[in-house]
């Protein structure tokens, strides 16, 4: 088998036996404080999965992205309550920008500057169970923790807007993204 289906092959089997439906809703209900995302998280890190697209020299696959898609077609396929495919771009990202990668689980977002100097994304998908997202807002990318973060419900309940003050905002690292 090549390279691209090892990897589908370890996120099957890895999600066909954990990510089972009770712990999905046990995810949905509890979030980051859900011991369940902890656990699900750890399974997933043992495999490698969210390290594959960084180069092999920073400990990944040096995988591309066209060859994850199987990864990612697992994760629907499983309702994987966690923002994975979203990591593993983070910390591609991060790793090129050479700002270290925080522990847990990375979500993107689009966020705005407040007149105050805080920072506030309406939508973050999976935002109710990363550990970090990583924002861009205007023309500047940071990486900022959801321990914290103001956050509201939005319709699904992974998802959640975020804000975050003026402090948070300049002491969160400013990443240098090659768009």
Same mark, same amino acid.
């Given at each position: 088998?090549?390279?691209?289906?090892?990897?589908?092959?370890?996120?099957?089997?890895?999600?066909?036996?954990?990510?089972?439906?009770?712990?999905?809703?046990?995810?949905?209900?509890?979030?980051?404080?859900?011991?369940?995302?902890?656990?699900?998280?750890?399974?997933?890190?043992?495999?490698?999965?969210?390290?594959?697209?960084?180069?092999?020299?920073?400990?990944?696959?040096?995988?591309?992205?066209?060859?994850?898609?199987?990864?990612?077609?697992?994760?629907?396929?499983?309702?994987?309550?966690?923002?994975?495919? =979203?990591?593993?771009?983070?910390?591609?990202?991060? &790793? +090129? !920008?050479?700002?270290?990668?925080? /522990?847990?689980?990375? #979500? @993107? $977002?689009?966020?705005?500057?407040?007149?105050?100097?805080?920072?506030?994304?309406?939508?973050?998908?999976?935002?109710?169970?990363?550990?970090?997202?990583?924002?861009?807002?205007?023309? =500047?990318?940071?990486?900022?923790?959801?321990?914290? &973060? +103001? !956050?509201?419900?939005?319709?699904? /309940?992974?998802?959640? #807007? @975020? $804000?975050?003050?003026?402090?948070?905002?300049?002491?969160?690292?400013?990443?240098?993204?090659?768009?």
């Amino acid at each position: 088998t090549n390279h691209n289906d090892m990897f589908a092959d370890a996120a099957r089997d890895v999600l066909a036996d954990q990510c089972t439906p009770q712990l999905v809703r046990a995810i949905e209900e509890g979030g980051r404080t859900a011991e369940a995302t902890t656990d699900l998280w750890e399974q997933l890190e043992a495999t490698g999965l969210a390290d594959a697209l960084l180069s092999e020299d920073a400990g990944g696959a040096g995988l591309g992205l066209g060859q994850v898609f199987g990864v990612l077609e697992q994760c629907g396929a499983h309702a994987l309550p966690l923002p994975l495919g =979203e990591t593993m771009v983070a910390r591609a990202l991060l &790793a +090129q !920008a050479g700002v270290a990668r925080p /522990a847990g689980s990375i #979500a @993107l $977002a689009r966020g705005e500057h407040l007149a105050n100097g805080g920072l506030r994304c309406a939508l973050v998908r999976s935002g109710q169970v990363a550990q970090s997202v990583l924002v861009q807002a205007g023309d =500047e990318w940071r990486l900022l923790g959801t321990e914290g &973060a +103001q !956050a509201s419900p939005q319709a699904l /309940a992974l998802d959640a #807007a @975020l $804000a975050w003050s003026a402090t948070q905002v300049q002491a969160a690292p400013v990443v240098a993204v090659d768009a």
